[in-house]
């Protein structure tokens, strides 16, 4: 996925959490995870009609790559492939992060957005995964400004960037079209000044982890 995005490919990891470009190899195992959590994720995600099955296939997967490819090389996103590495080294694709809608110049910002599998919820994947990704952002990235937008109903996800310090600063009303309705969202913000005095927002999520 090379491309014109400052810092863009990177592999970025911290202890069993890996971030990395998507593989046109991916698609099995992308498929099995999207298909294993479809209770999990269809009620926050925007999704074109059909089903569930057909949307996430190894065979939907290679329009999915293709697209972020796409988008990668014209500099509008980072998509990551999450993955999460067992004691004797495999490696498993257990979730996605991508840094979109990038804007340059003036307003250099990005909105955030993920999804894990639920069978390793609860492992600070996605904390973890964010942090890097902001961390990236923010420095090789040449960003100023990132933003997580989540339905208020959510509480999940919420957790994963209240953990980490971001700002609650907006309400969308009727702000996306998720699951046949107009779904209202919270604003979620996090600009580089906040947490250059910490060292990064790896170092607070450490912090608090610790």
Known sequence: ????????????????????????????????????????????????????????????????????RRAARRGDSMPFAVCWRETDGRER???????????????????????????????????????????????????HRIEVNIRPENRPSRRVVEKLGFREEAYHQRYMHIDGGWRDHLGYALTSEEIAAEGGLMARWRRVRA
């Open 93 to 143: 694709l257990v979730g996605h992060l991508n840094l979109g809608n990038i804007v340059r110049r003036a307003f250099s910002s990005a909105y955030a957005g993920y999804w894990v599998d639920h069978r390793v919820a609860g492992r600070g994947v996605i904390p973890t995964a964010l942090a890097l990704a902001v961390d990236h952002a923010f420095g090789p990235g040449g960003l």
């Open 1 to 68: 996925m090379l491309g014109s995005t400052p810092g863009w490919p990177a592999v970025l990891a911290d202890g069993p959490v890996l971030l990395r470009p998507y593989k046109r190899g991916d698609g099995k195992s992308w498929s099995e995870v999207r298909i294993a959590n479809q209770e999990w994720l269809a009620p926050w995600e925007s999704a074109p009609p059909g089903p569930w099955s057909e949307m996430n296939s190894t065979r939907a997967f290679s329009y999915v790559y293709a697209d972020m």
